[in-house]
């Protein structure tokens, strides 16, 4: 799965998958903002000339964050998100205590096995979080 950094060229496609998944709502503005800030690992996947996937995260060490993921429904249970994660993750160091947080909706099973699959852990959540009233469980690795 050739994972490789999200460029502004990538955004057209970054916006059309968003838009297709109906789960965020980030406009252009946000993902360049994204992509022009030191921390943040912006990253997509092609497969065989495909837009696959999108992730971003913020590297901050010991607090690091998973913003989003997603992977277009045509590649979806191929192994692109774990991948994503299995790259975002390996630059941190859990040796020196680097943490990586995330939230997602109570409902989304399908991503809250992901996580757990590759360590993440609840410790919390917010009721009520997103707009359509939906609790956000909070989940650490």
Partial sequence: MPIRPMTEA????VLALQSALSFQSWNEKQFLSELQASY????????????????IFHLMDADSELLTI???????????????????????????????FLE?????????KLYEKHGFQAYNKREHYYDDGETAILYKW
């Fill in 70 to 100: 997603a992977t277009a429904p045509e590649f979806q249970r191929k192994g692109i998100a774990s991948a994503f994660l299995r790259y975002g993750l390996g630059k941190l160091n859990r040796d020196k205590g680097d943490q990586c």
């Fill in 104 to 112: 997602v909706r109570e409902g989304n099973t399908c991503a809250r």
């Fill in 40 to 55: 943040a690992l912006c990253l997509v996947d092609e497969e065989n000339g495909a837009f696959a996937g999108y992730a």
């Fill in 10 to 13: 990538d955004l057209p496609h």
